[in-house]
């Protein structure tokens, strides 16, 4: 996602298997710490990436693309063009093959906002949203249109076991000047009833602070959400719905509507320990396997009224992170990723992407993968910079990569390694958005700049 920092930079070959990533079993029993180091083999994934002709997207051999949407070219169904900065999606079937939701990340200065069309506008004056594109059962584009407008900043999200789609804002902008209202919230879209999205309600309940992406346990309906922010670096969030709440298409929006519904549940700050010992900064952790306790911490005041969320505990309290970026359900917890550190914002140690797995049963997060820093951006077959991430159907997960140089959608599989399955040779923007449809016969993906979203087709069931 969007970032005040450059983020290109590369592994060195010695640390390019540090994708440690075992899926549905611990490292330890898989191949151990040190050996999870090495495990990026050239045999893993679809095979060499063929430059494309076009100067889009080099993919391996057999596998193909098609355009979907293309910021500022295709046209919404009200005529006007698609908007800029696409970034973090989701799909769902519908009844004419599948439903892409895409987030607009939006700041105000893009050539192509969100259209602030009546009833589904937040705040008029600003930009962001999510556009809704239908596709058929071959990733070809049917219509697209806007499906939440006048939010600022639209970066990741995460859905819901009842398929819908929570969009986050990236921002901690308050009223004031072109803004109307505060932002830094998440809202709930509904891919296929466009008339649920009337009248947009932000979840405050959720806290008001720069949200990057959530995930929401299938069984207690806890949601977790990472918050990406500096000085001082963010926090990790659970929030526990009331006693009472079911989850269910509309049940959050009716619960954020109830008396006393921006303080509904319990939001809570994540806390670490390592054999007792407190753990100020997820950075501490060098090694893949590293495992850590973690309990939780009550925000004293989620909306943020006079000081923002992660300012309101000490160090001692919680647990910090630089970069705290994409996360997806799925192996019974959830994946979350730390896309770098550096020393100079306050990390304890330097790294170029850190993925941890919660286990909601064991209380517990195991370091599932750790990138080592590299200054040479131009090196193929290296890898860094994790941000979007999704659990795939075919089992392993698929990365987006955003940091310097070459951009990547990076596979990984079940066994540990790590494969390149897409090149951006159009521009050094990054990967954003990845998804599979849910046949897994569709991988959808997006460059954020100049705003392309893209179908990938192709035999997915030789891989790994």
Not at 21 to 48: D, F, V
Not at 427 to 439: A, C, I, R, V
């Amino acid at each position: 996602m969007s970032s005040a920092l450059p983020r290109r930079s590369v592994l060195r070959a010695g640390m390019a298997g540090g994708l440690g990533i075992a899926i549905g079993g611990s490292l330890e029993a898989i191949a151990g710490p040190a050996e999870a180091r090495a495990a990026c083999r050239p045999a893993a994934g679809y095979g060499p990436l063929v430059p494309d002709p076009k100067g889009l997207l080099a993919l391996p051999r057999g596998f193909r693309y098609q355009v979907v949407a293309h910021a500022g070219e295709t046209l919404l169904e009200t005529g006007q063009p698609t908007p800029s900065d696409a970034d973090g999606t989701a799909c769902f079937r519908s009844r004419t093959g599948w439903v892409l939701v895409n987030n607009h990340e939006i700041g105000g200065t893009e050539p192509y906002g969100v259209p602030a069309l009546p009833g589904l506008t937040y705040d008029p004056g600003a930009a962001g949203g999510t556009t809704t594109i239908e596709v058929d059962r071959h990733g070809t584009r049917l219509r697209e249109y806007v499906s939440l407008a006048g939010t600022h900043n639209n970066c990741a999200g995460g859905i819901t076991p009842w398929n819908t789609w929570l969009t986050c804002e990236e921002s901690e902008q308050r009223a004031g000047g072109v803004f109307q209202k505060d932002h830094g919230y998440v809202f709930e879209v509904d891919p296929v009833h466009r008339e649920a999205n009337r009248d947009p309600v932000p979840l405050a309940f959720l806290g008001r602070y720069a949200h990057e992406a959530v995930a929401v346990d299938p069984r207690t309906h806890q949601i977790f959400l990472t918050e990406d922010a500096n000085t001082p670096l963010g926090l990790y969030f659970r929030w526990t719905p009331p006693r009472r709440f079911r989850g269910g298409k509309g049940a959050l929006r009716e619960l954020a509507l109830s008396p006393g519904g921006d303080a509904a549940g319990v939001l809570e700050a994540m806390r670490c320990t390592h054999r007792g010992a407190h753990v100020a900064d997820l950075s501490e952790a060098t090694e893949p396997g590293t495992r850590f306790d973690v309990t939780w911490v009550e925000v004293p005041d989620r909306l943020a009224k006079t000081v923002s969320v992660r300012k309101q505990f000490t160090d001692d309290q919680i647990t910090r992170s630089r970069k705290l970026e994409g996360q997806w359900q799925g192996d019974g917890g959830i994946y979350f990723v730390a896309s770098y550190a550096r020393k100079d914002d306050g990390s304890r140690n330097e790294h170029d992407g850190q993925v941890w797995f919660y286990h909601p049963k064991h209380a517990t997060i195991t370091l599932k993968t750790i990138f080592g820093v590299n200054q040479d951006p131009a090196q193929e077959g290296t890898f860094d910079g994790p941000d979007n991430i999704t659990v795939s159907p075919l089992g392993g997960l698929m990365m987006a990569e955003d940091g310097e140089g070459l951009s990547h959608l990076v596979g990984l599989t079940e066994r540990g390694e790590a494969y390149a399955m897409a090149r951006n040779e159009l521009n050094d923007s990054e990967f954003t958005g990845p998804t599979f449809s849910q046949n897994a016969e569709i991988l959808f993906a997006n460059f954020q700049n100049p705003g392309l979203v893209f179908a990938i087709t192709g035999p997915w069931g030789r891989g790994h």
